[in-house]
């Protein structure tokens, strides 16, 4: 079975703060991706990545960024948070090739920005 | 104009019921459709693929209409255990999802 893990499935950070938040997925999977998911908004991918050292912007990067320095390991960093950054961050992986493959999600951490 | 909308419930049934979700996309272009379930507190998860033939996966059936660019999801004989949210996915290609915000079911004993 794919598995996607977290870092943390609860964090509360302090305004002004950086934020790490950490994704491992032991499939060898190419593709990993970071969304956040709020009420009413659905889930909105923030930034993905198709290999080691290799980023994408999704629709929503302003106020992230984030690291690909290991092909299983999938960084998403806040550099200063923001109390609008409170969300459910999602972190999924999947499979080379073109068109649509099946993306595998981590559990989600749970972000407070007081 | 969202990339996909959905009706978001919630669908409260008795078990047994027979439910239908829709979904709608705004892009004609699009490529791949999915309904993935997502439990409360949980992660989303793959449910099926959406064929323009339409497809059946036991008690599922998923549907989709290209000319009206909206999707269907039938769930017949619903269990306590289908109670979760359903996601509408598009894909416009290369690995790209566009979600829908969910549609909230509840069967109820």
């Known amino acids: 079975d794919v598995k996607v893990t977290q870092s943390s499935r609860y964090l509360v950070k302090r305004t002004g703060e950086k934020v790490f938040l950490e994704c491992v997925q032991d499939m060898d999977h190419e593709n990993m991706f970071w969304y956040r998911q709020d009420p009413g908004l659905g889930l909105r991918l923030i930034y993905f990545?198709?290999?080691?050292?290799?980023?994408e912007k999704g629709d929503i990067p302003e106020g992230y960024s984030v690291s690909r320095e290991k092909k299983e390991r999938f960084s998403l960093i806040l550099e200063s948070a923001s109390t609008n950054q409170t969300s459910m961050y999602l972190c999924a992986s999947s499979p080379p090739g073109t068109g649509y493959n099946e993306q595998f999600f981590g559990p989600g951490t749970r972000l407070t920005v007081l | 104009r969202k990339e996909v909308e959905q009706d978001p419930g919630p669908f409260n049934v008795p078990e047994g019921a027979t439910v239908a979700f829709n979904c709608t996309y705004s892009?004609?272009?699009?490529?791949?459709f999915f309904w993935y379930r997502q439990d409360c507190r949980k992660e989303p998860k793959l449910l099926m693929s959406?064929?323009?033939s339409g497809n059946e996966d036991g008690r599922f059936t998923a549907q989709l209409n290209r000319a009206s660019q909206y999707i269907s999801l039938l769930i017949r004989d619903s269990k306590l255990s289908d109670s979760a949210t359903y996601l509408c996915v598009v894909s416009p290609g290369a690995n790209n999802l566009f979600f829908g915000t969910g549609t909230r079911l509840t069967v109820i004993p």
């Open positions: 959406v064929y323009s």
């Open positions: 990545s198709y290999d080691v050292k290799m980023k």
């Open positions: 892009n004609s272009a699009s490529q791949s």
